[in-house]
């Protein structure tokens, strides 16, 4: 399976609370729901047709949790996400969880580097990240990504996580593909190409 992360991004790069006010108020932040204002109907198009091709979802303790809370009281078989969220196989990265009752949910723990390479060796499509930025970044730092999604709203929130933090290591990437959409979200999909290539610009004096 190829491994996928998805995060929504301000332009300055934050990516904590997206969704709502209460969503993620650690560090004392307090501009969550910055992104809501700016979904819109090829956004969330876009959306499903990446939830489609997971084989399986990928997700840090407090995502699963919030997910875990809201995604199994939603049932209408018409919801494009609904459906997939609820039965595809979740697997949790956790060392304090005990169990994960939404199923189907699995606990991974100890060697996560090496238990995600086994999960990647599986069969499939795609095993997909969504949020859980912490996870993301060590995945990422592990070279265990295979290809970024990232949605970057129109607005500068001034504080909060980033997904690419100071002291964060170094990737390179290529572009995919791009598009905005009609409330001027940018949608970036890149792969990952190892090592950053670096050169010196020798321009005309």
């Known amino acids: 399976m190829k491994l996928t992360l998805t995060e929504f991004l301000s332009l300055d790069g934050v990516c904590?609370?997206?969704?709502?006010?209460?969503?993620?108020?650690?560090?004392g932040f307090t501009q969550g729901g910055w992104f809501v204002p700016h979904?819109?109907?090829?956004?969330?198009?876009?959306?499903?047709?990446?939830?489609?091709?997971?084989?399986?979802?990928?997700?840090?303790?407090?995502?699963?949790?919030?997910?875990?809370?809201?995604?199994?009281?939603?049932?209408?078989p018409n919801d494009p996400f609904a459906e997939k969220m609820n039965s595809v196989p979740k697997y949790v990265v956790s060392n304090s969880l005990a169990t994960a009752k939404w199923s189907p949910s699995a606990i991974l723990s100890g060697d996560i580097p090496a238990k995600v390479a086994e999960l990647k060796d599986q069969p499939g499509r795609e095993l997909q990240?969504?949020?859980?930025?912490?996870?993301?970044?060590?995945?990422?730092?592990?070279?265990?990504?295979?290809?970024?999604?990232?949605?970057?709203?129109?607005?500068?929130?001034g504080s909060g996580r980033r997904l690419f933090p100071d002291g964060g290591t170094p990737a390179g990437l290529k572009l995919t593909s791009h598009k905005v959409t009609p409330a001027g979200l940018a949608i970036h999909t890149y792969e990952t190409t190892g090592t950053p290539e670096y050169g010196t610009y020798e321009g005309s004096a």
């Open 39 to 76: 979904m819109d109907e090829t956004f969330m198009q876009q959306a499903a047709d990446w939830l489609a091709e997971a084989d399986g979802l990928l997700l840090g303790r407090r995502t699963y949790e919030k997910f875990a809370q809201a995604w199994p009281n939603m049932t209408d």
């Open 129 to 157: 990240i969504h949020g859980s930025a912490r996870l993301g970044q060590s995945m990422l730092a592990a070279g265990l990504i295979d290809e970024l999604r990232l949605v970057i709203a129109p607005v500068v929130v």
């Open 16 to 27: 904590q609370g997206p969704g709502s006010p209460d969503e993620d108020t650690s560090g």
